[in-house]
T-cell receptor, first 109, second 114 residues
Framework: GQNIDQPTEMTATEGAIVQINCTYQTSGFNGLFWYQQHAGEAPTFLSYNVLDGLEEKGRFSSFLSRSKGYSYLLLKELQMKDSASYLCAVRDSNYQLIWGAGTKLIIKP | IAGITQAPTSQILAAGRRMTLRCTQDMRHNAMYWYRQDLGLGLRLIHY???????GKGEVPDGYSVSRANTDDFPLTLASAVPSQTSVYFC?????????????FGPGTRLTVL
Protein backbone atom coordinates (compact mmCIF):
# COMPACT_ATOMS: atom_id res chain seq x y z
CA GLY A 1 0.00 0.00 0.00
CA GLN A 2 0.91 3.65 -0.15
CA ASN A 3 2.08 5.39 2.96
CA ILE A 4 3.27 8.86 4.00
CA ASP A 5 4.69 9.24 7.52
CA GLN A 6 5.15 12.49 9.41
CA PRO A 7 5.44 13.24 13.13
CA THR A 8 2.07 14.10 14.61
CA GLU A 9 3.18 17.16 16.54
CA MET A 10 6.31 19.25 17.13
CA THR A 11 7.08 22.19 19.39
CA ALA A 12 9.66 24.89 18.74
CA THR A 13 10.62 28.31 20.05
CA GLU A 14 10.08 31.61 18.29
CA GLY A 15 13.22 32.61 16.38
CA ALA A 16 14.57 29.05 16.25
CA ILE A 17 14.86 26.51 13.41
CA VAL A 18 12.71 23.39 13.04
CA GLN A 19 12.91 20.45 10.65
CA ILE A 20 9.78 18.45 9.81
CA ASN A 21 10.48 15.05 8.31
CA CYS A 22 8.41 13.05 5.85
CA THR A 23 9.03 9.50 4.66
CA TYR A 24 7.04 7.91 1.90
CA GLN A 25 6.33 4.61 0.19
CA THR A 26 4.24 5.10 -2.92
CA SER A 27 3.53 3.42 -6.22
CA GLY A 28 5.67 5.65 -8.37
CA PHE A 29 6.98 9.14 -7.72
CA ASN A 30 6.20 12.29 -9.67
CA GLY A 31 7.09 14.97 -7.18
CA LEU A 32 6.66 15.86 -3.52
CA PHE A 33 4.72 18.82 -2.17
CA TRP A 34 4.61 20.61 1.16
CA TYR A 35 1.53 22.56 2.18
CA GLN A 36 0.76 24.71 5.21
CA GLN A 37 -2.65 24.58 6.85
CA HIS A 38 -3.72 26.94 9.63
CA ALA A 39 -6.47 25.67 11.94
CA GLY A 40 -9.87 25.95 10.30
CA GLU A 41 -8.43 27.03 6.96
CA ALA A 42 -7.55 25.49 3.61
CA PRO A 43 -4.10 24.09 2.80
CA THR A 44 -1.81 26.47 0.93
CA PHE A 45 1.17 25.50 -1.22
CA LEU A 46 4.69 25.92 0.18
CA SER A 47 7.12 23.95 -1.96
CA TYR A 48 7.66 21.33 -4.64
CA ASN A 49 10.58 18.92 -5.11
CA VAL A 50 11.01 16.46 -7.96
CA LEU A 51 14.80 16.17 -8.07
CA ASP A 52 17.13 15.31 -5.19
CA GLY A 53 18.46 18.24 -3.25
CA LEU A 54 17.46 21.38 -1.45
CA GLU A 55 14.97 23.99 -2.66
CA GLU A 56 15.12 27.28 -0.77
CA LYS A 57 12.34 29.81 -0.65
CA GLY A 58 12.87 32.57 1.88
CA ARG A 59 12.63 31.22 5.44
CA PHE A 60 11.42 27.86 4.16
CA SER A 61 13.51 25.15 2.51
CA SER A 62 12.58 21.65 1.38
CA PHE A 63 14.89 18.71 0.79
CA LEU A 64 14.32 15.51 -1.14
CA SER A 65 16.14 12.17 -1.36
CA ARG A 66 14.30 9.89 -3.77
CA SER A 67 16.55 6.91 -3.06
CA LYS A 68 15.66 7.10 0.64
CA GLY A 69 12.00 8.02 0.17
CA TYR A 70 12.61 11.00 2.42
CA SER A 71 11.96 14.70 2.53
CA TYR A 72 12.14 17.44 5.12
CA LEU A 73 10.79 20.94 5.45
CA LEU A 74 13.11 23.39 7.24
CA LEU A 75 11.65 26.51 8.77
CA LYS A 76 14.08 29.20 9.92
CA GLU A 77 13.61 32.26 12.13
CA LEU A 78 10.33 30.90 13.40
CA GLN A 79 7.48 33.33 13.91
CA MET A 80 4.28 32.85 15.89
CA LYS A 81 2.32 32.89 12.63
CA ASP A 82 4.15 29.68 11.58
CA SER A 83 2.02 27.78 14.10
CA ALA A 84 0.08 25.51 11.74
CA SER A 85 -0.06 22.00 10.37
CA TYR A 86 2.40 21.07 7.64
CA LEU A 87 1.25 18.50 5.11
CA CYS A 88 3.52 16.33 2.99
CA ALA A 89 2.07 14.91 -0.24
CA VAL A 90 3.54 12.72 -2.97
CA ARG A 91 2.28 12.57 -6.55
CA ASP A 92 2.10 8.88 -7.43
CA SER A 93 2.26 6.97 -10.72
CA ASN A 94 -1.38 7.92 -11.45
CA TYR A 95 -0.50 11.59 -10.92
CA GLN A 96 -2.71 11.74 -7.86
CA LEU A 97 -1.54 13.24 -4.56
CA ILE A 98 -1.13 10.92 -1.58
CA TRP A 99 -1.23 12.92 1.63
CA GLY A 100 0.36 12.48 5.02
CA ALA A 101 -1.75 13.17 8.11
CA GLY A 102 0.19 16.37 8.76
CA THR A 103 2.51 17.66 11.47
CA LYS A 104 1.07 20.17 13.91
CA LEU A 105 3.75 22.73 14.72
CA ILE A 106 3.40 24.67 17.96
CA ILE A 107 5.54 27.79 18.34
CA LYS A 108 6.24 29.02 21.87
CA PRO A 109 7.46 32.53 22.67
CA ILE B 1 -15.00 35.48 -7.69
CA ALA B 2 -11.31 35.15 -7.03
CA GLY B 3 -9.81 31.68 -6.96
CA ILE B 4 -11.93 28.81 -5.78
CA THR B 5 -15.13 29.01 -3.77
CA GLN B 6 -17.26 26.43 -1.98
CA ALA B 7 -20.80 26.47 -0.66
CA PRO B 8 -22.16 26.05 1.89
CA THR B 9 -19.54 26.92 4.51
CA SER B 10 -21.10 24.46 6.91
CA GLN B 11 -24.17 22.24 7.05
CA ILE B 12 -25.92 19.95 9.48
CA LEU B 13 -27.77 17.21 7.66
CA ALA B 14 -30.11 14.44 8.71
CA ALA B 15 -29.04 10.92 7.75
CA GLY B 16 -30.68 9.72 4.57
CA ARG B 17 -30.95 13.20 3.05
CA ARG B 18 -29.45 14.15 -0.28
CA MET B 19 -26.90 16.97 -0.32
CA THR B 20 -24.87 18.73 -3.00
CA LEU B 21 -21.69 20.60 -2.14
CA ARG B 22 -20.83 23.27 -4.67
CA CYS B 23 -17.41 24.23 -5.98
CA THR B 24 -16.54 26.93 -8.51
CA GLN B 25 -13.17 28.15 -9.77
CA ASP B 26 -12.39 31.11 -11.99
CA MET B 27 -8.78 30.26 -12.81
CA ARG B 28 -9.65 28.21 -15.93
CA HIS B 29 -7.93 25.22 -14.40
CA ASN B 30 -8.36 21.93 -16.20
CA ALA B 31 -8.26 19.61 -13.19
CA MET B 32 -10.49 19.63 -10.12
CA TYR B 33 -10.64 17.45 -7.04
CA TRP B 34 -12.76 16.66 -4.03
CA TYR B 35 -11.09 15.64 -0.75
CA ARG B 36 -12.33 14.88 2.71
CA GLN B 37 -10.25 15.64 5.76
CA ASP B 38 -10.78 13.79 9.02
CA LEU B 39 -8.90 14.22 12.28
CA GLY B 40 -5.71 12.18 12.35
CA LEU B 41 -5.95 11.24 8.70
CA GLY B 42 -4.46 12.82 5.63
CA LEU B 43 -6.58 14.37 2.94
CA ARG B 44 -8.32 11.57 1.05
CA LEU B 45 -9.34 11.93 -2.57
CA ILE B 46 -13.01 11.24 -3.26
CA HIS B 47 -13.36 12.04 -6.95
CA TYR B 48 -11.41 14.00 -9.49
CA UNK B 49 -11.77 15.45 -12.98
CA UNK B 50 -8.77 15.95 -15.24
CA UNK B 51 -10.76 18.02 -17.72
CA UNK B 52 -14.33 19.14 -18.33
CA UNK B 53 -16.55 16.22 -19.30
CA UNK B 54 -14.46 13.56 -17.53
CA UNK B 55 -14.44 12.30 -13.96
CA GLY B 56 -12.63 9.58 -12.03
CA LYS B 57 -12.83 7.79 -8.70
CA GLY B 58 -10.35 8.48 -5.95
CA GLU B 59 -9.50 6.56 -2.80
CA VAL B 60 -12.91 6.87 -1.07
CA PRO B 61 -15.64 7.32 -3.73
CA ASP B 62 -18.45 5.23 -2.22
CA GLY B 63 -21.57 7.22 -1.40
CA TYR B 64 -20.46 10.21 -3.47
CA SER B 65 -20.94 11.28 -7.08
CA VAL B 66 -19.65 14.18 -9.16
CA SER B 67 -20.20 15.82 -12.51
CA ARG B 68 -18.09 18.21 -14.59
CA ALA B 69 -20.35 19.82 -17.16
CA ASN B 70 -18.02 22.80 -17.65
CA THR B 71 -14.55 24.00 -16.68
CA ASP B 72 -15.59 26.10 -13.69
CA ASP B 73 -17.97 23.92 -11.67
CA PHE B 74 -17.47 20.60 -9.92
CA PRO B 75 -20.36 19.71 -7.57
CA LEU B 76 -20.16 16.79 -5.15
CA THR B 77 -23.39 14.95 -4.30
CA LEU B 78 -24.14 12.72 -1.35
CA ALA B 79 -27.13 10.67 -2.51
CA SER B 80 -28.15 9.46 0.95
CA ALA B 81 -25.98 10.86 3.73
CA VAL B 82 -24.67 8.67 6.54
CA PRO B 83 -22.96 9.72 9.81
CA SER B 84 -19.57 8.44 8.58
CA GLN B 85 -19.67 11.17 5.96
CA THR B 86 -19.30 13.78 8.69
CA SER B 87 -16.10 15.55 7.67
CA VAL B 88 -14.55 18.69 6.25
CA TYR B 89 -14.73 18.66 2.47
CA PHE B 90 -12.20 20.54 0.35
CA CYS B 91 -12.46 21.23 -3.33
CA UNK B 92 -9.21 21.90 -5.18
CA UNK B 93 -8.08 22.71 -8.68
CA UNK B 94 -4.86 22.70 -10.69
CA UNK B 95 -3.81 23.85 -14.13
CA UNK B 96 -2.93 20.28 -15.07
CA UNK B 97 -2.00 16.99 -13.48
CA UNK B 98 1.66 16.60 -14.36
CA UNK B 99 4.95 18.11 -13.28
CA UNK B 100 4.86 21.31 -11.32
CA UNK B 101 1.13 21.80 -10.98
CA UNK B 102 0.20 22.77 -7.46
CA UNK B 103 -3.33 22.34 -6.26
CA UNK B 104 -5.27 25.36 -5.03
CA PHE B 105 -7.84 24.71 -2.34
CA GLY B 106 -11.22 26.20 -1.58
CA PRO B 107 -12.11 27.25 1.98
CA GLY B 108 -13.87 23.96 2.75
CA THR B 109 -17.34 22.82 3.77
CA ARG B 110 -17.84 21.43 7.26
CA LEU B 111 -20.56 18.78 7.05
CA THR B 112 -22.20 17.07 10.01
CA VAL B 113 -24.54 14.14 9.39
CA LEU B 114 -26.76 13.21 12.31
Amino acid sequence: GQNIDQPTEMTATEGAIVQINCTYQTSGFNGLFWYQQHAGEAPTFLSYNVLDGLEEKGRFSSFLSRSKGYSYLLLKELQMKDSASYLCAVRDSNYQLIWGAGTKLIIKP
Amino acid sequence: IAGITQAPTSQILAAGRRMTLRCTQDMRHNAMYWYRQDLGLGLRLIHYSNTAGTTGKGEVPDGYSVSRANTDDFPLTLASAVPSQTSVYFCASSRGTSDYNEQFFGPGTRLTVL
